[in-house]
Nanobody, 127 residues
C-alpha cells in the first residue's frame, strides 16, 4: 500500500502559479505510476496529468497542456504539479493518485485505473 498526502493548494489570482506536491509513504514509490485529477463543485472528477514510473512518459488534459507540468522525484517519494497561467476555470480540489504497475513507461488517464488516492488540496483562482 501507499499513502498519499497533497499540499501546496491555495488562493491565487488569475495568471498566477502554484506548485502542488504529493508526498507518498509506504510501499516503494517508484513502483507506481502517478496521476493528478481535479473536481470542481458540481462537476465530475477529471483527469489533469499523469506520469509514468520512470518519469519519462507524461500526459496532460488538453485544457492544461502547456500550462501545467507534472514531475516526480523517486528519491524523495514525491510527485509534483507545477501550475502556471492559472485561470478561474482551474478552481477545484486537486487529488493525486497512484497506480501500481510493472510498466516503467506507461501513464494512465482514467481515474478508475488508480488504486490509491490522497485527500485532496483546494486550489482557488480568482479573476
Amino acid at each position: 500500500q501507499v499513502q498519499l498526502v497533497e499540499s501546496g493548494g491555495g488562493l491565487v489570482q488569475a495568471g498566477g502559479s502554484l506548485r502542488l506536491s504529493c508526498a507518498a509513504s509506504g510501499h516503494s514509490f517508484s513502483s507506481y505510476s502517478m496521476g493528478w485529477f481535479r473536481q470542481a463543485p458540481g462537476k465530475e472528477r477529471e483527469f489533469v496529468a499523469a506520469i509514468s514510473r520512470s518519469g519519462v512518459g507524461t500526459g496532460y488534459a488538453g485544457s492544461v497542456k502547456d500550462r501545467f507540468t507534472i514531475s516526480r522525484d523517486n528519491a524523495k517519494n514525491t510527485a509534483r504539479l507545477q501550475m502556471n497561467s492559472l485561470e478561474p476555470e482551474d478552481t477545484a480540489v486537486y487529488y493525486c493518485a497512484a497506480k501500481g504497475t510493472y510498466s516503467i513507461s506507461t501513464y494512465y488517464y482514467r481515474d478508475d485505473e488508480y488504486n490509491y488516492w490522497g485527500q485532496g488540496t483546494q486550489v482557488t483562482v480568482s479573476s
